[in-house]
């Protein structure tokens, strides 16, 4: 992360490249929701890849799901969001701006306009309603999920018989939540859609503080993996005045984004809270039976859960940086190949070298690689775009290519150029990415 970058420069970078813009724009803009462009979807794939390929290797027994968006009433009654998922909120009474009352001092003027004229504090629940059917009845209500854990927890008895499993397990899952924030803000760090990444350890009791301590170890080394700079990275354990009231443990890992150290994911160990809650409000019995002892228990459960689009913002703040390059000012975005949303761009010097050049990109693209091909502009401007959306690697076909059969490979980092051998480019790419994309 360059001491040059701001959360300005990352949105202003976000919509001038394609990785991100404002949701319906042309209509005004939906405050909290935002449309993923193409740079940025490559950017997520690739973080969705990686996440999951890690969370399948740490353990032996690792399953995925997905569960449904809408959820019943009932299902949210009994996890305890219909009645506790609040956040406070108070009004500027003078200038009508609304603020989550723990983000500002009411001792203090509103920021907005200078008054003090407060409401009083008052909770908000922050899911989204809605009726199932033809009718509006409170037997109709249903939410958008305000978390996927719960969808994990109420298939957990199913998953269990039908994929013939013991404990402990895990139970991962991928997708969209909805949170109606009070006030989001800090460009995609909270938003009111999102997506999240979850995994539920279900396990014994005794086990639960080895297992908690092997899942934030694990999930701080996923971080490191993936190409993000430790000094910008800590664990925090919460306080005991913090801690869920079923919870004995949690930490969170932070990164120090432009705005200051905040939470990146959470580990947290959640007891057999929320099966005994399912067990007593559906009547279902979501117990296990121990062949050893012979008798009956619910699981405790070890829970990792980290924001898509936090890590989105997290990778573009750590590897944002400005240097100069031919005299002028240059942006680079410092990606790791892994997680670069193209690995490698293919710019024929001139319109003349098209058709060669376009050939060895067809035949790396055929490899599942994501590339570009890019013939506008000059040379040097083509690498800039490059250098600005991550690309580690540019290949240039020029006039000697035709007589020598080389090419020319500059890297993003460095700028530094080599030439190689047309047919070694699989090659080169084979041992810049590894195995993550081939």
Known sequence: MSSSMSLDKITSL??????????????????GVYDTGPLGTLLKQNIRSLWTKDT?????????????????QAMWVASGHVENFHDPMVDCQTCKHRYRADDINLEKPCPNCGTTAWTSVRQFNMMFSTHVGATQEQASIAYLRPETAQSIFV????????????????????????????????????????????????????????????????????????????????????????????????????????????????????????????????????????????TSYIPHVVESSVGVDRIFLMLLSDA???????????????????????????????????????????????????VQFDVSGSIGKRYRRQDEIGTPVC????????????????????????????DRVKEYLIKLLGIHCL
């Not at 976000?14 to 405050?31: P, T, V």
């Not at 000012?329 to 949303?341: C, G, H, N, T, Y």
């Not at 007589?403 to 080599?418: A, F, G, L, N, S």
């Open 155 to 294: 298939n957990f008895k199913n998953i269990l018989s039908t994929m013939r499993i013991k404990i402990p397990f895990g139970i991962a899952q991928i997708g969209k939540a909805f949170r109606n924030e009070i006030t989001p803000k800090q460009f995609v760090f909270r938003m009111r859609e999102f997506e999240q990444m979850e995994l539920e350890w279900f396990c014994h009791e005794k086990n639960t503080k080895e297992d908690f301590e092997f899942w934030v170890n694990r999930r701080f080394l996923f971080y490191k993996k993936i190409g993000i700079q430790e000094k910008n990275l800590r664990v925090r354990k919460h306080k005991k005045d913090e801690l869920s009231h079923y919870s004995q443990y949690t930490s969170d890992i932070e990164y120090n984004f432009p705005f200051g150290w905040k939470e990146l994911e959470g580990i947290a160990y959640r007891g057999n809270f929320d099966l005994s809650q399912h067990t007593q409000h559906s009547g279902k019995d979501l117990s296990v039976f121990d062949e050893k002892t012979q």
């Open 56 to 72: 399948q290797t740490a353990k032996d027994a690792i399953l995925f799901m997905e569960g449904s968006i809408l959820g019943p």
């Open 320 to 370: 944002y940086d400005e240097d100069i390059a031919d005299n002028e000012q240059r942006i680079v975005l410092r990606l790791s190949p892994q997680m670069a949303p193209y690995k490698a761009a293919f710019l024929p010097l001139t319109k003349k070298q098209v058709e060669p050049m376009h050939a060895l990109y067809k035949s790396i693209q055929k490899l599942g690689i994501h």
């Open 14 to 31: 976000c919509k001038r490249r394609g990785f991100m813009f404002q949701s319906a724009e042309i209509y005004g803009g939906l405050n």
């Open 395 to 422: 290949f240039t076909y020029d006039f000697d290519s035709q007589t020598d059969y080389c090419i020319t490979v500059r890297d993003r980092d460095t700028m530094k150029q080599e030439r190689i051998a047309i």
